[in-house]
């Protein structure tokens, strides 16, 4: 299995724009979640899925972030508009059940300049 | 709100000694606690975890350590060798999963 998989590893986008992230999780994982890394919070969760459907969002830090899960092999994270203090670093991880670890993509660095 | 939280930002001991990593957490209804590894430029790689009705898990160089009654659970590693310089994230789990901030432990050679 090649693991959780996300895309782009690195974004540099300017202030305003759209900015998509993208996840591919384990094959027959049943959790996603997405996380942003900062110096201050660590790894903070932002949303996560239970069987593509959206559990709890309350960690997306505004209206500006959107995420989705269109299908069991792949999500999306939206920012827009994108601010200079979105800059973090994105990661998702998937696990199987409720009882087993979470396994992390290799993130993507985001940088809103 | 920071649920799990770990305190000390980094860590610094000597090769062959021990180091111990903190954490501590809020939450009651977390019933599982994990320790997860990330080196630079990857993702988080899980290390060790512990169920919440044990107080102790080890593996190899590796053990963590739950008390329930505190909140607070630790990682022991013995002996500590230059690889294990890294970012340690404490993690706790219930119907999600929360993490601390991170511990950069640096062992010097």
């Known amino acids: 299995d090649a693991g959780v998989i996300q895309s782009p590893r690195h974004e540099v986008t300017e202030m305003g724009q759209e900015v998509t992230l993208r996840c591919k999780p384990i094959?027959?994982?049943?959790?996603l979640f997405w996380y942003r890394q900062t110096m201050m919070r660590g790894l903070e969760l932002l949303i996560y899925f239970n069987n593509n459907v959206p559990i709890d969002d309350s960690g997306m830090p505004e209206d500006r972030f959107s995420a989705k899960m269109p299908n069991a092999s792949f999500s999306t994270l939206k920012i827009q508009p994108s601010e200079p203090r979105d800059s973090a670093v994105y990661f998702c991880?998937?696990?199987?059940?409720?009882?087993?670890?979470?396994?992390f993509g290799q993130g993507t660095r985001l940088t809103v300049v | 709100d920071q649920q799990v939280k770990q305190n000390s930002p980094s860590l610094s001991v000597q090769e062959g000694r021990i180091s111990i990593l903190n954490c501590d957490y809020t939450n009651s209804m977390f019933d599982y606690f994990l320790w997860y590894k990330k080196y630079p430029a990857e993702g988080p790689t899980f290390l060790i975890s512990i169920s919440s009705i044990k107080d102790k898990n080890e593996d190899g160089r590796f053990t963590v350590f739950l008390n329930k009654s505190a909140k607070h659970l630790s990682l022991h590693i013995v002996p500590s060798q230059p690889g294990d310089s890294a970012v340690y994230f404490c993690a706790a789990r219930g119907v999600d999963m929360r993490f601390g901030a991170g511990t950069r432990l640096t062992v010097k050679p």
């Open positions: 094959s027959g994982h049943d959790y």
């Open positions: 991880a998937s696990r199987k059940t409720r009882d087993t670890e979470a396994f």
